[in-house]
């Protein structure tokens, strides 16, 4: 068995709107387009499915199929589909997750139900003959839900890395504490590989001079642990996403801004 996984990201902040949907989806795309070769696995972990819409998936029609909610209420199969971006596959949601922390408690190990379903066999829904996490996919991100939930544990307790976007405003600053705290316990109790890749500032506008001074704060409070890359604000992303595609399929003659920030972030994070 081929083992060309190299690492599982969880994104996770637990407030809305922040950019983790959007950097998940942007960064997946990004390692696609510089390796056509590479095969990257979205994890939709938020009971909203945006990011299994932005996709090409309505989250309605998985009535009838198997999502991400199905595995993990009985610690079953992550189940597999293809996206609308070659070489980015995704694990869809469902607004049952909502509910699922009732089910994770049934379980024996309720913060580790993610992990168990990570190690079985696929569910393979693409027909490629997807085997397992490890020999399918280079990469997996998880978009996790706003909020330091069960769930958000189950992909801490399952993730090498944490990815923490950042919006420049006190509520989002102010909020990171928390989430170091989680990481901390997660580290200490569940999942002692777990590291901290970095904070992502997102949807940056640097001239209001407090956002300039909200990046120096992270920077002065975080240092190296705060991403060289930012994330600038764009429209053209909105406009991307409203066509449900992502920014490098979006105009692809057209490079905006942003388009350049997350190519930086993956080779920032992954060398590639």
């Known amino acids: 068995m081929e083992n060309r996984l190299k690492e599982v990201l969880a994104i996770v902040n637990n407030k809305g709107g922040v950019g983790k949907t959007t950097t998940v989806q942007s960064l997946a795309a990004a390692l696609v387009r510089r390796k056509k070769s590479m095969h990257v696995l979205v994890v939709d972990l938020d009971p909203q499915g945006h990011l ?9 029609q998985y009535m009838q199929h198997r999502t991400i909610y ?3 209420r009985k610690g079953e ?13 995704l694990a869809p949601s469902t607004a049952e997750l909502q ?17 168990k379903s990570f190690g079985l066999p696929l569910d393979d829904q693409t027909g490629e003959g997807l085997k397992d996490m490890v020999s399918a996919f280079d990469y997996v991100f998880i978009d996790c839900p706003p909020a330091l939930s069960q769930t958000t544990y189950n992909a801490m307790a399952v993730a090498t890395g944490l990815l923490i976007p950042v919006q420049m405003e006190g509520l989002s600053v102010n909020g990171l504490g928390n989430i170091i705290v989680a990481m901390r316990e997660v580290q200490s109790e569940l999942n002692p590989h777990l590291e901290l890749r970095g ?5 940056v506008d640097a001239r209001p ?15 190296d642990n705060v991403c060289e890359t930012v ?3 764009s429209v053209r992303m909105n406009e991307a996403q409203t066509m449900l595609k992502d920014i490098y399929a979006y105009k692809p003659g057209q490079w905006s801004s942003v388009a350049n920030d997350y190519d930086a972030l993956a080779v ?3 060398d590639v």
């Not at 199969?77 to 596959?89: A, E, F, L």
């Not at 509910?99 to 992990?115: E, G, H, I, S, T």
């Not at 120096?216 to 409070?221: I, Q």
């Open 268 to 270: 920032e994070l992954f």
């Open 99 to 115: 509910d699922v922390d009732a089910d994770l408690f049934r379980q024996m190990n309720p913060k580790k139900v993610l992990q």
């Open 70 to 72: 199905d595995a993990m």
């Open 231 to 233: 994330i600038r604000r």
């Open 52 to 60: 299994s819409i932005l996709h090409g998936f309505d989250i309605n």
């Open 209 to 223: 001079r407090i956002v300039r001074e909200f990046i120096d704060y992270l920077k002065r409070s975080y240092g």
């Open 77 to 89: 199969s992550v189940p597999v589909y293809k996206t609308n971006r070659d070489g980015v596959y």
């Open 199 to 203: 904070l992502l500032p997102t949807m």
